[in-house]
């Protein structure tokens, strides 16, 4: 198929990267098949469609996707490359916002692998692989008391190999603390398939032998940039501000030996010159002591004015929000009651200071007080050194992208652009930008790193017509020229991209772009990496293969702008999909239907039923970090309730109808499997119900964790202080694999030594939260037993006088948030009108908290020493982590929640139907406590406990258990 075809009419002509490129072609998979195993290399139609679009707005598609695991992939990569006249682009997060991790050749992901690091020097340096977060790095520093100097504001998704490749910065790091400053050293793979490290000698020695004409290319344009005076000042003038557009020439100002230019100019090169392996970064110590203030200006230029000596007065961060921005984030939470009042043309300024110790924060707090009472201020708020009240601040600024992307019009494309001007010019930037949105009517805001100079511009529009294309591109005309007279930088942080490609030599002038493009033609002389990003002739490169952003159905799925903060966090990443590709999925189908392409929309959507439909958990993790709050787990749900036979639904409705004998029938089946297991043994019940599996969809895989059933235990009281409601999954597989007693006993147990009454229902059995049947397609069978609880809820609360409790975190949630309302397309009633009045009336605990509430003043008789505690997802989307940690820390001396932990992959029946899925979701938590010993390991959730146990090698139980033994 032509690529070109795939491109909306009008948008942008198809921006051929290389006429020398050949179409995809089987005998390309074919080649990579030879060296690459089958589950590392994706050709299909699904794959190439999502993973030609990132956190940018274009679509460029691969002619596949290869999963590099190690270093000694890439050169048989670019050998495969060069071989078969197609590029390489590296990919990581893919959250970048220029378009410089899609491409036309082969897109080699790195998500999964290249995650070592190594602390040294104490912490000083740190050693990284390019498939670590922001966030990881920092984790793992911490005990250090130190962090790396790069601070993007995608610090939880962003990758540490697109930090490097984007020079990224962020809000404190500025200039000083970016990766090009505090680079020590860098191990890197040539186009050539040469690999060297600038930390060993022996290498720098054998750079200088073996690649002679590189190192004399270097050398050369090192002494003509130096003997060019026009050149050198304009580098010096240049990057004294955030600038990252073009290649980072100014290495040939800063170092001498070819290699160490080499090493920073692949610093901010998009991976356009070679693989990053590794890096050496130094290190900043973290400052304990935080305080924050915001201050409200007449005008922007007012609050311009006072950055220089805001920052001469130590603030790590000065962030500006122009007006539109703070109007932007009215009514959020958080957000102080006064800006709604803000007159007309008001700007705000977000300071936030940082110390060793108190008494110096309290005397650079003391001083921009005095300062603030000299300026003429419409409002501020008081300092705020409490971490709570500093969040709330912080969520001014960091509501805005949210706020304004999340409000556009379905279908509509955010563009997100940022530059830099020495900050004695902010003011007038920020004057020219609101004049031009004016002048183009966009309703744009401008906001950012103001000490640095740096703002970010963020405008939506729709980008499926010509006209509309065309209107864009004149208003970044403009925005160019401003830029350009202001002596700025086109980019500051987020990357040249493709975004500005076409503009590099616009902005740095013509003997300076000929420096860039000559690193290219010797770093890379076949043009086999990240062709048309940095270093782009097509003067329309910036507007060609604009992504088209179809409208799915739902009011909140649709404000998706496929940013990819949901990726890191998503059990299924290494395995399948992701929350932004399923979304992204959803419209390529729309796309492809839309220009007639229905066969391969059909074959795009036949891959997705497993992929994007199957495979998800449903856990809603992405919600908790996704900007638009969206949680994809209700588009699968409508995937799945889509795609379910009529036959599938009558039985699925049967089952609500008639849980009780479902119920019975699955303990049974359990029970016999468990004597099976005694008769021909552990691996062959596994092995053969494997086989089944395989043959039959949806029969789920045997788990060694299964015990026989526990037996009900329905307890009366008349002075109950709670009812205590046994999910399903707990009366099904609740007993203990150790032979201690069941998880409904233990809390009973629990409950009488901390002198609380409890009432468990006898006819509990045959009820359920309702999950099975809303995450399993199931819309009639969610409704009646969504009902049906409610009705028995009233029933045991005594209408809602007492508190009724449940003791599967994931069960609660779905009770507090999912049976009253749909949560996909028209949000309609679940509930009929008297069990919704019923619902509201009812109070619905989790048994994190119950557990808070009532182990506090329990004697610890057997306190543990160091515990393993997996929150599971729904006790992060509840916001119960603290609770659980409390919990935890008053029976044992400590408390281990590992970094990477989020949801297991269990998913309720998910884990059983697909194990690969559970292999995916713990794979980096796995890692991380492998080799560790523990006295206990617990969690919340009984599937998610099994899930645990068998993939992390620990006994995980239900932390019930603790309680019950640190007490008994």
């Known amino acids: 198929m032509n690529q070109h075809s795939r491109t909306k009419s009008g948008v942008g002509r198809q921006n051929s990267e290389s006429s020398d490129y050949g179409d995809s072609s089987l005998d390309l998979i074919d080649d990579l098949l030879s060296y690459f195993p089958r589950e590392s290399v994706e050709s299909s139609e699904l794959y190439k469609s999502i993973y030609a679009r990132d956190g ?96 993007p504001a995608s610090k939880s998704a962003a990758m540490i190999g697109g930090v490097l490749s984007n020079n990224s910065s962020g809000m404190q790091a500025g200039v000083e603390q970016n990766a090009y400053h505090t680079l020590e050293s860098i191990d890197f793979i040539l186009a050539n398939g040469n690999r060297y490290d600038t930390s060993i000698e022996a290498d720098r020695i054998r750079f200088e032998s073996v690649e002679k004409e590189i190192f004399r290319g270097l050398v050369d344009l090192r002494d003509e940039v130096r003997a060019n005076r026009v050149i050198f000042d304009k580098i010096i003038r240049k990057y004294r501000i955030k600038n990252v557009t073009g290649y980072s020439i100014n290495s040939f100002v800063d170092f001498d030996h070819p290699i160490d230019i080499l090493a920073h100019l692949l610093i901010g090169a998009e991976g356009t010159l070679a693989f990053i392996t590794s890096v050496v970064l130094r290190t900043f110590p973290i400052l304990s002591y935080h305080s924050s203030k915001l201050l409200f200006f007449r005008t922007v230029t007012e609050a ?64 921009t007080n005095d300062y603030a009472s000299t300026l003429d201020l419409v409002a501020a708020t008081a300092f705020s050194t409490a971490e709570d009240e500093r969040s709330k601040l912080w969520a001014v600024r960091d509501g805005v992208f949210a706020s304004v992307g999340g409000e556009r019009p379905p279908g509509t494309t955010v563009i997100l652009e940022d530059v830099a001007v020495d900050p004695e010019h902010l003011a007038e930037l920020v004057l020219a930008l609101n004049g031009l949105f004016n002048k183009y009517q966009y309703q744009g805001a401008v906001f950012g790193h103001a000490k640095a100079g740096n703002i970010h511009f963020l405008i939506t529009d729709d980008m499926s017509s010509r006209e509309r294309v065309e209107h864009f591109s004149r208003l970044m005309d403009e925005v160019i020229e401003e830029v350009i007279r202001l002596d700025g930088s086109l980019k500051a942080e987020h ?32 043009c086999i990496l990240n062709p048309g990003v ?21 009011v909140v799925v649709d404000k998706c702008i496929e940013c990819g903060y949901c990726e890191h966090i998503c059990p299924t990443r290494y395995v399948t999909l992701t929350p932004r590709q399923r979304i992204s999925a959803h419209r390529v189908r729309l796309d492809l239907t839309e220009r007639g392409e229905d066969r391969i929309a059909r074959e795009v959507w036949r891959d997705y039923s497993y992929a994007g439909e199957a495979s998800c958990v449903a856990d809603g993790m992405c919600s908790t970090v996704c900007p638009m709050g969206i949680n994809t787990a209700y588009l699968v749900d409508f995937d799945r309730s889509s795609s379910k036979s009529m036959t599938g639904k009558l039985g699925m409705k049967l089952a609500a109808l008639e849980f009780q004998k479902v119920e019975k029938l699955a303990k049974v089946a359990i029970s016999a499997g468990v004597k099976s ?60 694999k150790s032979g201690k007693d069941s998880l409904m006993q233990t809390i009973l147990k629990v409950a ?20 099975p049947w809303s995450h399993n397609g199931s819309d009639l069978g969610r409704d009646i037993m969504s009902n049906r609880i409610v009705e028995a809820m009233w029933r045991w609360t005594d209408g809602g006088r007492i508190p009724v409790m449940c003791d599967v975190t994931s069960c609660t949630k779905t009770l507090l948030d999912e049976i009253a309302v749909t949560q996909f397309g028209e949000r309609q009633s679940i509930l009929t009108p008297a069990n919704r009045k019923r619902y509201n009336e009812l109070k619905i605990i989790d048994i994190t908290e119950w557990l808070d509430q009532v182990t506090g003043d329990m004697k610890v008789t057997r306190p543990f020493g160091k515990v393993l505690l997996h929150p ?8 119960l982590v603290d609770a659980m940690v409390r919990v935890a820390a008053r029976f044992a001396n400590t408390v281990v929640v590992p970094r990477s932990a989020s949801c297991c992959g269990a998913g309720g029946n998910r884990g059983m139907l697909y194990p690969e899925i559970v292999e995916s979701a713990l794979f980096d938590e796995a890692r991380e406590v492998e080799g560790q010993y523990f006295d206990g390991a617990y969690s919340l959730a009984k599937t998610c406990e099994m899930a645990l146990s068998e993939q992390l090698g620990y006994d995980f139980e239900s932390l019930v258990y603790l309680v019950d033994e640190a007490t008994s």
């Open 677 to 736: 297991r005694r008769l021909v043994g552990k691996s062959a019940l596994v092995k053969g119900t494997d086989m089944l599996a395989n043959r039959l969809n949806g029969f789920p895989h045997w788990s060694n964790e299964f015990v026989a059933p526990p037996q009900m235990i329905p307890q009366h009281s008349v002075n109950a202080e709670v009812v205590y409601f046994p999910a399903c999954v707990s009366r099904i597989f609740g007993s203990s």
């Open 495 to 526: 990357g040249t991209g493709r975004a500005i490609a076409p503009f590099v030599e616009k902005e740095w002038g013509s003997d300076a772009y000929s420096i860039m493009k000559r690193v290219k033609e010797l770093l890379d002389p076949g």
């Open 56 to 151: 940018s707005y274009f679509q460029y598609q691969p002619k596949a996707v290869v999963r590099i695991r190690t270093a000694s992939d890439v050169p048989a990569l670019f050998k495969l490359a060069i071989r078969n006249h197609t590029s390489v682009t590296f990919r990581a997060a893919g959250t970048s916002l220029s378009g410089q991790t899609v491409g036309e050749g082969l897109i080699a992901e790195i998500r999964k692998d290249f995650k070592d690091i190594q602390i040294l020097d104490s912490g000083e340096k740190v050693k990284i692989e390019p498939g670590l977060t922001v966030n990881q790095v920092n984790g793992y520093l911490s005990g250090f008391g130190v962090k790396i100097g790069p601070d």
């Open 304 to 367: 311009a004015s006072a950055v220089p000596a805001l920052g001469e007065l130590g603030a790590v961060a000065i962030e500006l929000l122009d007006f539109a921005s703070l109007m932007s984030v009215v009514g959020r939470p958080g957000v102080p009651e006064l800006v709604s009042s803000l007159p007309p043309g008001s700007s705000a300024l977000l300071v936030d200071f940082q110390a060793e110790n108190a008494e110096v924060l309290n005397g650079l707090v003391a001083a």
């Open 534 to 554: 940095l270093i782009n002739a097509d003067p329309l490169g910036h507007i060609a293969n604009i992504k088209p952003m179809g409208v799915i159905g739902d």
């Open 752 to 771: 009488s030594r901390a002198r609380v009454a409890v009432h468990l229902p006898s006819d509990s059995e045959g009820l359920c939260c309702s999950q």
């Open 872 to 879: 599971t997802c729904a006790s992060r989307e509840l916001g």
